[in-house]
T-cell receptor, first 113, second 115 residues
Framework: GNSVTQMEGPVTLSEEAFLTINCTYTATGYPSLFWYVQYPGEGLQLLLKATKADDKGSNKGFEATYRKETTSFHLEKGSVQVSDSAVYFCALSDPSSASKIIFGSGTRLSIRP | EPEVTQTPSHQVTQMGQEVILRCVPISNHLYFYWYRQILGQKVEFLVSFYNNEISEKSEIFDDQFSVERPDGSNFTLKIRSTKLEDSAMYFC?????????????FGPGTRLTVT
């Protein structure tokens, strides 16, 4: 079946460090890929998305590239800030569904000043 | 900026009781969803709702669950006869349209604890 696997947390980094959160997927068909972020006490927010192979999604300094050959969508940021502390979810749109999003288990990121 | 709201933020109930989780989707959205996240596990799709009927549901969404849009603003998830394993964070979401071109906007969640 369709699924998403992302690196387990928690991840703790110092401010201005480089961030990578790994995400791989399994899907039949051609899903869209997403990264959602959940700040403390808030709902899931769409951070970025990519709809086809080799697309790069970007937002707020974060980037992820849809790699069909490696079935990956790793999240990167060159220089993290304390305000980036949150839980990050990799997800895909289920190609067999008009509405279902399939999520990874989430990675908690903590940034030290 | 419009946002999805959910009440209550935390609900504690005894096993066997009925609970209703409430959501107010964004006002011009037409599609509504419920997801849940059991502690330490993945966020899972439960159901989608459009035009006053269920458009899709997962295998988790059995006869114990029901959804309703009782008026023009609220969208509810009812769980009849709750079980311990229903303890989870329940997220409501809404979107203008269906499919991956339309962003699903999520609420902050209701934490349900069944004792």
């Amino acid at each position: 079946g369709n699924s998403v696997t992302q690196m387990e947390g928690p991840v703790t980094l110092s401010e201005e460090a480089f961030l990578t959160i790994n995400c791989t997927y399994t899907a039949t068909g051609y899903p869209s890929l997403f990264w959602y972020v959940q700040y403390p006490g808030e709902g899931l927010q769409l951070l970025l998305k990519a709809t086809k192979a080799d697309d790069k999604g970007s937002n707020k300094g974060f980037e992820a590239t849809y790699r069909k050959e490696t079935t990956s969508f790793h999240l990167e940021k060159g220089s993290v800030q304390v305000s980036d502390s949150a839980v990050y979810f990799c997800a895909l749109s289920d190609p067999s569904s008009a509405s279902k999003i399939i999520f990874g288990s989430g990675t908690r990121l903590s940034i030290r000043p | 900026e419009p946002e999805v709201t959910q009440t209550p933020s935390h609900q504690v109930t005894q096993m066997g009781q009925e609970v209703i989780l409430r959501c107010v989707p964004i006002s011009n959205h037409l599609y509504f969803y419920w997801y849940r996240q059991i502690l330490g596990q993945k966020v899972e799709f439960l159901v989608s709702f459009y035009n006053n009927e269920i458009s899709e549901k997962s295998e988790i969404f059995d006869d114990q669950f029901s959804v309703e849009r009782p008026d023009g603003s609220n969208f509810t998830l009812k769980i009849r006869s709750t079980k311990l394993e229903d303890s989870a964070m329940y997220f409501c979401a809404s979107s203008k349209g269906s499919g991956s071109n339309y962003e699903q906007y999520f609420g902050p969640g209701t934490r349900l604890t069944v004792t």
